[in-house]
């Protein structure tokens, strides 16, 4: 629901019409009401998607991930800054330098002179341009942690204050985009949501296009995507009976942490694409529950939110992507460590970004009307390779050391995807790994983290080493007998990534909550016709493992996954030029 001090905001703009109505107050305001929505429908044009508004989440998406590549400075910008000269810096000022050697950007009231960040920028010089001599303060608050600015824009570049505003501009919406919204306002009811599959349901009929593109991407033909949910049909239970199941205790410790089950929400990036609160919407909902969230270093909320968001006694890990710079990751990680967390989660799976074709589509499609051959930089590569420039390609098992002198905490490494790498895990003192191909988004091709965990359990429990190292695991997880089936295997925890940004973009707090609630329901209903009664009862002699390698055997089919599972499109043809 609206707040009262928004709705009179909005209602009182008088931009607020059929005929011209801003993008972003639209976007605020059609939930409520339904006749705006049908005057609209009347009275725009199906030709203009919002392309504007396409394009700018498209920047908004790649800008984020140059952050951590361009300057890493803690230092918030003071009221000291540098200012560029005694001119008052107005809108009509403002908007002369509008040219690529002379590009200005207002961010939040304040002015920035990009000239030099051009050809830095990861996603392009025209991304920017497209806002030189403007305001793109609604592109970029909605996405970006609130002190992402200070990071990365040095001091002498903030020139200072603007004085006065720009004049809104006004977009209008194209059929599609206006039935979005319509379905936004249509959207079942919370309590109709009884499984996981029914809220990434929901979330894609109402995300834009570009921030589906980025959630549901995978790695150039997406086998591994959807081998690692395939996985789990290939294993079959062996329930026990005449077990007394009345009471069931979900209850485990992940690193010697209570937690009310087996299973945590784990890293993803730029959640705020599909939900204003972002990560910290994830963080209430999992806090009420009391199950651990893992924070993304490209979280699209700031780290100290959604660590101020925890509620007393609630757990919170950090995932970490090292940086070339080991004092940025120095300190970062001691940063996490004053806040709390209970681990650190270094991804090393992540050398360069996957191809994921999805993802550059829906860039390359938004940018298509801007190319142009004097573009230096490669912008069709879509919002998630953006990232690969600042992560450290020369990361090896060589700077474990360093990385565990300057924490305490437990350190995991995420992305194992053999067993040879978790005996050397072992073999440098890790407290734990995550087995994981990167929710399929990095090489195709790799088995599912489920097939390696039926793997080198056996081994570890034959050398005496399963109590060495806590093993978790995620990927294709979807119910309840799912992280049942991981958890017999040998997992000590199971992870969920896509499922909670879809339950956040579709009911926010709530729904991250209810997602748990019936990720938990399931469990404890599955336990009693399993015959068991707590986690620590599991283990491999309650599953039929035979057919786990063999790729071949037909299995039932799961509609609803795959019902969801959007194809993979091949190349189209530019739209058309009207007279």
């Not at 053999?418 to 087995?435: M, P, S, T």
């Not at 491999?540 to 969801?564: C, F, G, M």
Request: with cysteine; proline share 5%.
């Amino acid at each position: 629901m609206l707040r009262p001090q928004l709705i009179k905001s909005i209602l009182g703009s008088s931009r607020l019409s059929s005929k011209g109505l801003s993008h972003s107050s639209l976007r605020l305001f059609a939930g409520s009401n339904k006749r705006l929505l049908s005057t609209l429908k009347k009275t725009t044009k199906s030709k203009t998607y919002s392309q504007n508004s396409l394009i700018a989440l498209g920047i908004s998406i790649t800008a984020i991930a140059s952050i951590y590549s361009y300057n890493q400075s803690q230092n918030y910008l003071s009221a000291d800054v540098p200012k560029w000269s005694d001119i008052e810096l107005t809108p009509e000022i403002v908007s002369q330098h509008n040219k690529k050697d002379d590009c200005w950007v207002v961010i939040k009231g304040q002015v920035y002179d990009l000239t030099d960040f051009l050809t830095s920028h990861p996603g392009g010089q025209k991304v920017i341009l497209r806002y030189a001599g403007k305001d793109a303060t609604k592109i970029f608050v909605p996405i970006h942690p609130p002190d992402s600015i200070d990071k990365f824009i040095p001091p002498e570049k903030h020139l200072g204050p603007l004085i006065g505003e720009f004049e809104e501009e006004v977009e209008e919406l194209s059929e599609e985009e206006i039935d979005r919204l319509e379905r936004i306002e249509r959207k079942p009811p919370l309590s109709q949501m009884i499984n996981l599959h029914d809220f990434e349901t929901i979330a894609r009929q109402i995300l834009p296009p570009p921030a589906l593109a980025y959630y549901c991407s995978a790695a150039d033909d997406e086998v591994t995507l959807r081998e690692n949910h395939n996985a789990y049909h290939r294993i079959f239970f062996n329930p026990k009976i005449l077990v007394d199941v009345k009471n069931i205790d979900l209850t485990t410790e992940f690193f010697g942490d209570k937690t009310t089950a087996p299973f945590y929400i784990s890293a993803t990036a730029l959640a705020k694409l599909g939900n204003p609160e972002g990560e910290v919407d994830i963080a209430r909902g999992a806090g009420r529950e009391g199950i651990h969230q893992m924070i993304s270093t490209l979280a699209s909320c700031s780290f100290d939110e959604i660590a101020d968001a925890r509620v007393e006694g609630q757990n919170q890990w950090y995932q970490l992507y090292v940086n070339a710079d080991r004092s940025i990751t120095e300190k970062a990680v001691r940063h996490a460590e004053e806040r709390g967390m209970k681990g650190l989660f270094i991804t090393v799976d992540a050398p360069s970004l996957g191809r994921r074709e999805k993802d550059m589509k829906m860039k390359f499609e938004a940018d298509s009307s801007v190319q142009s051959d004097d573009d230096e930089v490669d912008r069709s590569q879509g919002a998630a390779r953006a990232i690969s420039s600042f992560i450290d390609p020369s990361l090896s098992w060589k700077d474990i050391g360093f990385i565990q002198s300057i924490t305490k905490m437990p350190i995991v490494i995420k992305g194992v995807q053999r067993k040879e790498d978790v005996f050397l895990a072992i073999e440098h003192g890790l407290q734990g790994v995550v087995l994981s191909n990167h929710g399929g988004r990095q090489l195709d091709y790799t088995r599912a983290p489920v097939e390696v965990l039926a793997e080198v359990m056996p081994e570890l429990r034959a050398k005496g080493l399963d109590k060495k190292i806590e093993i978790y695991i995620d990927g294709g997880v979807r119910r309840g007998t799912d992280v049942l089936k991981a958890l017999c295997l040998g997992a000590k925890g199971v992870g969920l990534g896509r499922p909670f940004l879809y339950a956040n973009s579709s009911y926010g707090d709530k729904g991250v909550q209810r997602a748990i609630q019936l990720l938990k329901d399931e469990l404890e209903m599955n336990m009693r016709l399993l015959g068991v009664t707590k986690i620590e009862d599991l283990g491999p002699e309650l599953l039929d493992t035979r057919n786990i390698y063999n790729r071949s055997v037909p299995v039932a089919k799961d509609y609803l996954y795959e019902q969801n599972y959007g194809r993979m499109a091949g190349a189209a043809f530019r739209p058309g030029i009207e007279d």
